[in-house]
């Protein structure tokens, strides 16, 4: 088993109106950095996506909650824009979910749809990170 090992997967748009969402998980030693947005490439290159995206638009780190603890963890905003601040709450959720520290990325504008891109993309996150997770037990 690599100590670091990276995953891209491509959510396909649940409505014909909505965009694709890539998805780009590096799996770290004990932590996740994730990139997640909206993406014109296919299934198969979404690998891409990340290249044509931005790394910054929306960008938060939350730690796991402490042992004991049901609350979430510490968490920061590393970068945001005036627009978005998904990222940290997101961020939160998936760490006490993991209970590994988790940095994310969220390069999805706030729009009309922008709610259910954000559902889909956290469900795409969970289902990947349940996989690696499976994958290094």
């Not at 931005?54 to 780190?61: G, K």
Request: aromatic share 6%.
């Amino acid at each position: 088993m690599s100590l670091v090992s990276v995953r891209t997967k491509y959510i396909a748009p649940a409505e014909a109106t909505l965009p694709a969402l890539g998805v780009h998980i590096t799996r770290l030693v004990d932590s996740y950095m994730i990139w997640v947005g909206v993406t014109e490439e296919t299934a198969e290159s979404v690998g891409d996506a990340p290249q044509s995206g931005s790394l910054c638009r929306d960008w938060a780190c939350a730690m796991p909650p402490t042992p004991g603890n049901a609350l979430t963890g510490a968490a920061t905003t590393l970068y945001r824009t005036s627009g978005s601040d998904v990222a940290f709450s997101m961020a939160q959720r998936l760490a006490k979910r993991v209970r590994k520290p988790v940095f994310l990325s969220v390069d999805i504008a706030s729009s009309l749809h922008g709610t259910r891109l954000l559902m889909d993309a956290e469900r795409g996150i969970v289902e990947t990170l349940s996989e690696l997770e499976r994958a290094s037990s």
